[in-house]
Structure formats: structure tokens, C-alpha cells
């Protein structure tokens, strides 16, 4: 099945620096691959996602890269703020049978340091 | 439009009960999915409900069961709890691109505390 790693597991950074989340997948089948973003003590929640035709998505301060060949995408969060310290889940999602399979990475804790 | 409901927010049991947890999904969401979340085994995939009708299913045991409704909301049960039970457990609503569910949104989760 598909496996989702994801690098690294905490990390701080300097308030208006750029934070950048990787994670690789092993099924070539997989082409949906959403970025969650998790607040303490609420659902994870969607903030950017990439299909496998395109290799770089933008939302302001937000971006997602993908390369298929490699079997890796990245998120990367510039200017932060406060406020993106949260925990940030990647997944690789396939169609599989008439149903998505979706596989969560373990999660990189972010912290922004005022 | 409304986001995915579960109630109840927060729950404590004790060994050996059962619980029923409850997920509302977004309007004209037709795929309910369901997850155990727990700090050292991140996001589990405990099974998908489309139509009424399981669809997938992890691998959990037997004590956790699903399912859904005509109007979409799910539920699920965990009978005889365990410690190990005690999780967030989120529930995820998706709409259909192609005949497959899509972009999942998720619930805010129900914390299952079992003392």
C-alpha cells in the first residue's frame, strides 16, 4: 500500500521567515495530494492541494511543489506569522476500486517564534 | 454553506462500555470517512461510507463499526472499550469528482477519554 513520509516532525522558526514541510510517497498511482493544517483542538483543516498534471500551486503566502518523478512534494510558508503555528499534515490520495484511498503523513508541528 | 458536525465534542467512558459518535456532513456530501487520531500513530483510516454502504474499511478490529444514513450523516460504534480507544476521532465529508470522492473536509472530532 501507499506509504507517506514526512520531514521534519517539529520545527521553529523566526517569525517572518520561510517554513518548508517535505514529504515523498511510494505509489506512482497516487495524484491528489492536500496539505491539512491542524489547530489545537480543532480538525485538521484544508488549506492547498495539488493534482499530479501540475507541479506548483499558489495561494499568497502559501505554496505547494510537486515532482512525480521523484515521488515528492513540499509545502513552503513564507513570510510567517504567528498564527501558521499549527500542525501540518501532507496525504497522497489514489482512486482505487471506485473509492480514494487517502494516506495521512505523521505531521511536522510548526511553531513561529514572536 | 455549513462545515462537517460531530457530536459529541468530548466523551469519557470507561472500560468495557460502548460508545456512539455522530457526523454530519457538509450539504450534498455523499462520502462519510472516519479516522482515529493519536499522537504517536497520527491520522488512522478506520473505514468509508458512500450511499449507505461501506466502502472501505482499515485495519481495525471488529469493536469499531459505521454507519450511514439516507440523508448522509454517519455514526459510529466502539464497543467494549480499551484504553488504547481513548483518540480524536475526525470525521471527514468528500463531494464526488468523476464518480470518486474528492477534497476531504473535515470535522472538529470527538475526544474519547477511556479511564
Known amino acids: 500500500g501507499e506509504n507517506v513520509e514526512q520531514h521534519p516532525s517539529t520545527l521553529s522558526v523566526q517569525e517572518g521567515d520561510s517554513a518548508v514541510i517535505k514529504c515523498t510517497y511510494s505509489?506512482?498511482?497516487?495524484?491528489?495530494f492536500p496539505w491539512y493544517k491542524q489547530e489545537l483542538g480543532k480538525g485538521p483543516q484544508l488549506i492547498i492541494d495539488?493534482?499530479?498534471?501540475?507541479g506548483e500551486k499558489k495561494d499568497q503566502r502559501i505554496a505547494v511543489t510537486l515532482n512525480k518523478t521523484a515521488k515528492h512534494f513540499s509545502l513552503h510558508i513564507t513570510e510567517t506569522q504567528p498564527e501558521d503555528s499549527a500542525v501540518y499534515f501532507c496525504?497522497?490520495?489514489?482512486?482505487?476500486?471506485?473509492?480514494?484511498?487517502?494516506?495521512f503523513g505523521i505531521g511536522t508541528k510548526l511553531q513561529v517564534i514572536p | 454553506k455549513a462545515g462537517v458536525t460531530q457530536t459529541p465534542r468530548y466523551l469519557i467512558k470507561t472500560r468495557g462500555q460502548q460508545v456512539t459518535l455522530s457526523c454530519s456532513p457538509i450539504?450534498?456530501?455523499?462520502?462519510v470517512s472516519w479516522y482515529q487520531q493519536t499522537p504517536g500513530q497520527g491520522l488512522q483510516f478506520l473505514f468509508e461510507y458512500f450511499s449507505e454502504t461501506q466502502r472501505n474499511k482499515g485495519n481495525f478490529p471488529g469493536r469499531f463499526s459505521g454507519r450511514q444514513f439516507s440523508n448522509s450523516r454517519s455514526e459510529m460504534n466502539v464497543s467494549t472499550l480499551e484504553l488504547g480507544d481513548s483518540a480524536l476521532y475526525l470525521c471527514?465529508?468528500?463531494?464526488?469528482?468523476?464518480?470518486?470522492?474528492?477534497?476531504?473536509?473535515f470535522g472538529p472530532g470527538t475526544r474519547l477519554t477511556v479511564l
Open positions: 450539504s450534498g456530501h455523499r462520502s
Open positions: 496525504a497522497a490520495s489514489m482512486n482505487s476500486g471506485g473509492y480514494q484511498k487517502v494516506t
Open positions: 495539488i493534482r499530479s498534471n501540475v
Open positions: 471527514a465529508s468528500s463531494s464526488l469528482l468523476a464518480g470518486v470522492a474528492d477534497t476531504q473536509y
Open positions: 505509489d506512482s498511482a497516487s495524484n491528489y
